[in-house]
C-alpha cells in the first residue's frame, strides 16, 4: 500500500507532519527520502512542532544524530555523510529509546533499518509542490496512514 499526497506550500507540509504526530507512538520510526531542498527537514520540524519542541530545528552537520526534549524525545538524524558505513555509531541503539526516530536520507543506511516503519519519498513537483509518496510496513504503520491519511 502507498499513498500519494501533495502539498503546495512549507506550511502544508507542516501541516501533514503534525497530523502524524499527533499520533505518536514510543520508537515510532520515519525514513524521509528525497533530493537536497525536497523538504525533509521542514517535514521534520512539523513533527518538532508537534511534540511541543520549541528549539529551531537544523539538519544535523557533524553530529548526524541530534537529540530533543518533548512529549516524546525526538531523534533527528541525517545520515547523508555516512556515505552507507554505519558500524560503530550506534545509529540502532535510537530505535529502541522510546522516542521519535525521524532519518533524513535513510535509503542510504537501508540495510540497518527496522522492518518496521513509516518510509516518506518527496518529490519536488514545483517550486512550491512536493509530491509525498507515504509507504507504510507493518500493521502499526498501516493503522497509522489509515487514521491520518
Ligand atoms: P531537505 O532537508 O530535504 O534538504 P529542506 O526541508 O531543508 O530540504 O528545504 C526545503 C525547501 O523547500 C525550503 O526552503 C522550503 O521553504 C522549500 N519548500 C517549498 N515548497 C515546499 C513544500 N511544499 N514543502 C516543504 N518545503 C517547501
Ligand atoms: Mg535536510
Redesign the pocket.
Known sequence: MEYKIK????E??IELAQNFESEKFPNMIICLD??????????TKGIAQALGIKENIT?PTFTIIKEYEGELPLYHMDVYRLDGVTDGIGIEEYFTKGGVVVI?WADTIKDILPKERLDIK?KVVD????LFIIEPHGKQYEELCEVVL
Do not use: C, M, P
Open positions: 502539498t503546495h506550500n512549507l502544508e507540509t528525497g533530493e537536497l531542498g525536497a523538504g525533509k527537514t521542514v517535514f539538519s533524513e518527496i517550486e512550491d509542490d512536493r
